[in-house]
Nanobody
Framework: QVQLVESGGGLVQTGGSLRLSCAASGRIFSWYALGWFRQAPGKEREFVSA?????????SYADSAKGRFTISRDNAKNTVYLRMNSLKPEDTAVYYCAAARAYSSSNLYTQTNDYDYWGQGTQVTVSA
């Protein structure tokens, strides 16, 4: 079992930045592929970014996040981060981190049903 707790959300103006954190506890964190998703009111949960557990930590981003968001992980701290720059009102959503047991270090997952564990979410609101 893996427990995930997000933090770092809040209210920010257009063009501002936030860094989300997701602290994990439970099983061996370093064997899990990790992802960030978001869900805006009335919309489905969508993929934002993912990172695998290889030494090179390969990453994947949704088109909406490319060039603005950066995912990273610190296995020593059992934490995954999402740095978000140049925020836009359309980034407003509840952001969730997720963990997937990955038997291959190269695996990256972009679908919600690939993930086994989810955090409770943190609200990000970007004002115009």
């Amino acid at each position: 079992q893996v427990q995930l707790v997000e933090s770092g959300g809040g209210l920010v103006q257009t063009g501002g930045s936030l860094r989300l954190s997701c602290a994990a506890s439970g099983r061996i964190f370093s064997w899990y592929a990790l992802g960030w998703f978001r869900q805006a009111p009335g919309k489905e949960r969508e993929f934002v970014s993912a990172i695998n557990w290889s030494a090179g930590a390969s990453t994947s981003y949704a088109d909406s996040a490319k060039g603005r968001f950066t995912i990273s992980r610190d296995n020593a701290k059992n934490t995954v981060y999402l740095r978000m720059n140049s925020l836009k009102p359309e980034d407003t959503a509840v952001y969730y981190c997720a963990a997937a047991r990955a038997y291959s270090s190269s695996n990256l997952y972009t679908q919600t049903n690939d993930y086994d564990y989810w955090g409770q979410g943190t609200q990000v609101t970007v004002s115009a």
